[in-house]
């Protein structure tokens, strides 16, 4: 199970850190997975973690202002998220069982099977 928190509201420029919290499950050799969905158009992928090399890889849209981690030890992973623009309103989703290998595999949103719920994220001009 995982739950996805630390969304808000912030202006355009702030920063939020959200974390995805794994429970009843080790997350260590799991890769991890953080989508969004913006009102009234399809999920996308952000950017994800490898399990156990912890390699990241992040969506064109978000590379360089957005940083994925993890910490095993606390079963959490979380995405920094700098330099926010609007168009990052979105709901933030935090999502395992899939690949993340390289840039392309973010986008994997349809083969990523467990999904937590959202956490709203909102960025005012």
């Known amino acids: 199970q995982l739950q996805a928190s630390g969304g808000g509201l912030v202006q355009a420029g702030g920063s939020l850190r959200l974390s995805c919290q794994a429970s009843?499950?080790?997350?260590?050799?799991?890769?991890i997975g953080w989508f969004r969905q913006a009102p009234g158009k399809e999920r996308e992928g952000v950017s994800c973690?490898?399990?156990?090399?912890?390699?990241?890889y992040y969506s064109n849209s978000v590379k360089g202002r957005f940083t994925i981690s993890r910490d095993d030890a606390k079963s959490t992973v979380y995405l920094e998220m700098n330099n926010l623009k609007p168009e990052d309103t979105a709901v933030y989703y935090c999502?395992?069982?899939?690949?993340?290998?390289?840039?392309?595999?973010?986008?994997?949103?349809?083969?990523?099977?467990?999904w937590g719920q959202g956490t709203q994220v909102t960025v005012s001009s």
């Open positions: 973690v490898k399990g156990r090399s912890g390699n990241a």
């Open positions: 009843r499950f080790t997350l260590e050799t799991f890769a």
């Open positions: 999502a395992t069982g899939g690949p993340c290998y390289s840039d392309a595999d973010v986008h994997s949103v349809n083969l990523y099977g467990a």
